[in-house]
């Protein structure tokens, strides 16, 4: 889909190299500028290692890539950036404010020399901003850490470093979205995306209860605010989640467990109603669900059409896909893994040589 479109990814650590890797994912040409000697920040961000010493974050968003080590302080390798930049479609960089510039770059120069260029800037906190982008900072000042964990313990951080991910998949589509109008207009544009609103923005539902009601949500654990049942159940065996997200399926539900002060409750027949009563119908339901198995309540909850889940452990859960040690999880999107994450510098060579024609091999 992206075949034939040349990314110059200038950015490290998650959401930037993310970003690129979707849009390789999809097909394009994408050269990985790096710090020579160390390289992208997360190389080191070990262990776990792979036998060839790759760190596990490093290979996790950066297959489908060529590296190029470059140092933006050498008037050499300034010149050879400029040279990519103006054989490239898109670039994508998330320096500190400033960085840029005083390395010869300036970026409204560029694209009035290359007005078809799309150019994205990926940010911790927008473009007027000089404080650092890191997820545990973002998801906390965000309301994430506030709305995450259980009702009585501390603020929690999402498992994930999902802000990056979600900065990350925002700066693809945006970066998508400047090609189509390129491909109308002829004219690329300059695209700034930052983790603080990619992360306001994800608050979405909760973020929208609390303009509605003014008041501040709070943490539920593994519940829901607005739905009942929506949460997790301990089977007898190990934990389960039921998620209940109209009315026709609580019908189905309340049959399936068979619980009559539940199941014959006229007022817990809205949603309202069971929020309204939501202490005592999840109370009724984790006594029942306790008294058998996960298999047990799957099977008949999956066929009364409810909505339903085990909690899988994380290699359990890729069991079925076809994941590598080496270039991680497939695609999310409509693409292929076409080369693994590359090694430092591993073309500089080509690339000095070659330029953007060091992909001709790679179709």
């Known amino acids: 889909m992206l075949s034939n479109i040349n990314v110059l990814d200038m950015s490290r650590v998650l959401a930037g190299p993310l970003a690129t890797m979707l849009m390789g994912d999809l097909g394009a040409n994408v050269i990985k500028v790096e710090r020579p000697g160390s390289g992208d920040d997360t190389r080191g961000w ?34 050879l950036i ?28 560029i694209l009035e020399q290359y007005p078809a260029l799309v150019w994205c ?13 890191y997820d545990f900072v973002v998801q906390a000042e965000r309301g994430w850490m506030a709305i995450t964990g259980e009702p009585r313990g501390e603020p929690m951080k999402v498992g994930v470093a999902l802000a990056d991910v979600v900065a990350g998949k925002d700066a693809c589509i945006a970066v998508l979205a400047a090609l189509v109008a390129r491909a109308r207009t002829n004219r690329g544009r300059h695209i700034t995306v930052s983790l603080a609103a990619s992360a306001s923005a994800a608050l979405v539902n909760v973020a929208q209860n609390a303009l509605v009601t003014g008041e501040e949500p709070a943490r539920w654990g593994n519940g829901h605010p607005n739905l009942v049942p929506y949460q997790l159940f301990n089977a007898r065996d190990r934990p389960i989640v039921i998620a209940v997200g109209n009315d026709a399926q609580w019908m189905a539900c309340a049959a399936v ?59 359990e859960s890729l ?45």
Not at 121 to 133: C, E, K, L, V, Y
Not at 333 to 356: Q, T
Request: proline share 8%.
């Open 257 to 315: 467990l068979a619980i009559p002060a539940l199941e014959d409750d006229a007022s817990l027949r809205t949603n309202a109603g069971r929020v309204a009563a939501r202490a005592r119908v999840i109370a009724a339901m984790e006594e029942r669900v306790r008294e058998q198995s996960s298999d047990y309540w799957l099977t008949r909850l999956d066929r009364a059409g409810v909505p339903c889940g085990i909690v899988r452990p994380v290699l």
């Open 46 to 79: 070990g262990p776990p290692f792979d036998d060839i010493g790759e760190s596990a974050y490093y290979l996790s968003v950066n297959r489908n890539k060529k590296s190029l080590a470059a140092d933006l302080s050498v008037e050499a390798d300034r010149a």
């Open 319 to 363: 069991r079925d896909l076809e994941c590598s040690p080496r270039t991680g999880v497939p695609p999310s999107v409509p693409g292929s893994v076409r080369m693994p994450p590359p090694g430092l510098d591993e073309h500089g060579a080509e690339i000095r040589e070659r330029g953007w024609d060091a992909f001709a091999s790679h179709g």
């Open 82 to 109: 400029r040279e990519l930049i103006a054989g490239a479609d898109v670039v994508v960089d998330n320096f500190r404010r400033g960085m840029l510039e005083r390395n010869g770059f300036n970026v409204p120069s």
């Open 121 to 133: 800037t990926i940010t911790g906190f927008g473009p007027d901003s000089d404080r650092a982008g």
